[in-house]
Structures are given as structure tokens and as C-alpha cells.
């Protein structure tokens, strides 16, 4: 359930993703041992898919996208 930036890593030919996926953001649906299998959403012409690619771990990074969420939940409930 975590968010992930797809970065491709060139170094690294093996479950590269595709160049559309490089810098998109997605959610992990599914975690093997070299892998992570991510839901991306695409857009093709005026629809929105919601796309399972699995990626390889060396072209994935853990997303900063919702830490301001996350703080803001933590403050708010040290208010109450």
C-alpha cells in the first residue's frame, strides 16, 4: 500500500519498466523477492487506466508524496 516513484535505473537492464513509467508515481500492490508489482495510472487519449506493472526493486524508490499528509494527521491528533 505504500507509494513509489518509478526511477528507471540504466545500469540495470533486468524488470525495467517501460520509458512511459519512468517518474510516475504508484501504489504497491504485490511484493516478490527481486520485484514490486505497482499500479500506475495511464492515460490513454480520454480515458484513465489504472496499469499493474511489475518492477524491479533497483528502479523503485519510496515516494515523499504523502509526508505533509502524514504530518498533518500526527499534529492533528496530538491536538485532540
Known amino acids: 500500500g505504500d507509494y513509489v516513484d518509478i526511477k528507471t535505473d540504466s545500469a540495470v537492464h533486468k524488470g525495467m519498466p517501460h520509458r512511459y513509467y519512468h517518474g510516475r508515481t504508484g501504489k504497491v500492490f504485490n511484493v516478490t523477492q527481486h520485484a514490486v ?7 490513454v487519449k480520454h480515458r484513465i487506466f489504472a496499469k ?6 533497483e528502479h523503485v524508490a519510496k515516494s515523499g508524496c504523502q509526508s505533509y499528509h502524514l504530518q498533518r494527521v500526527k499534529e492533528n491528533d496530538e491536538k485532540r
Open 52 to 57: 499493474r506493472i511489475h518492477v524491479r526493486v
Open 37 to 43: 508489482g505497482v499500479i500506475v495510472n495511464k492515460r
